[in-house]
């Protein structure tokens, strides 16, 4: 298993671009979330899902967008970048919110 | 609201010595608990959780914890600190009827020689 994987490792995005961050895990996982990571401020949940075709909103969803169409992806979307969104993001996995998150290695994105 | 609080940005403790990171939930319901690790430039790890069984949980690498619920505190401690220990340390809290993992803001352990 390749767990949980994470595209692209580094993003340089100018303010009002947009992109995706990818995320897959191959366990079968039921739930997956992101994370974003900034120093000081730990981990906050952006969004999560605990389904194929069901997400809700974390802590800070503000600027970001997620769907979940399969099991396998759950892609993390910024509409329109802000220098705000410079953080590591984090993906995690897990076959419920009870049982162990497997976390992806980070997407680390700068917005100038 | 719930949330999540871990006391100490930084601790610091020598080798050795015994390791105490202090993390308090606030919930009206009893709650799920989890310690994570980081390791540079690494994911997070989990070293071990508390889900209403037994209130001392062992975790891997030496590391317990005790859930109490009269101090609605899970703190980490390992009795004897190892160079291998510096990292990251997040305590997470999940309530029972919600889905969301919410994350403290993580205590940086250093050890000392």
């Known amino acids: 298993n390749a767990g949980v994987t994470q595209t692209p490792k580094f993003q340089v995005l100018k303010t009002g671009q947009s992109m995706t961050l990818q995320c897959a895990q191959d366990m079968n996982h039921e739930y997956m979330s992101w994370y974003r990571q900034d120093p000081g401020m730990g981990l906050r949940l952006i969004h999560y899902s605990v389904g194929a075709g069901i997400t809700d909103q974390g802590e800070v969803p503000n600027g970001y967008n997620v769907s979940r169409s399969t099991t396998e992806d759950f892609p993390l979307r910024l509409l329109s970048a802000a220098p705000s969104q410079t953080s590591v993001y984090f993906c995690a996995s897990s076959p419920g919110t009870l049982r162990t998150q497997y976390f992806g290695p980070g997407t680390r994105l700068l917005v100038l | 609201a719930q949330s999540v609080t871990q006391l100490g940005s930084h601790v610091s403790v020598s080798e050795g010595a015994l390791v105490l990171l202090r993390c308090n939930y606030s919930?009206?319901?009893?709650?799920?608990l989890f310690w994570y690790v980081q390791y540079p430039n690494q994911g997070l790890q989990l070293l071990l959780k508390y889900t209403s069984a037994a209130t001392l949980v062992k975790g891997i690498n030496g590391f317990e914890a005790e859930f109490k619920k009269s101090e609605t505190s899970f703190h980490l401690t390992k009795p004897s600190a190892h160079m291998s220990d510096a990292a990251e340390y997040f305590c997470?809290?999940?309530?029972?009827?919600?889905?969301?993992?919410?994350f403290g803001k993580g205590t940086r352990l250093h050890i000392l020689p």
């Open positions: 997470a809290v999940r309530m029972n009827r919600d889905d969301k993992i919410i």
């Open positions: 919930s009206s319901v009893p709650p799920y």
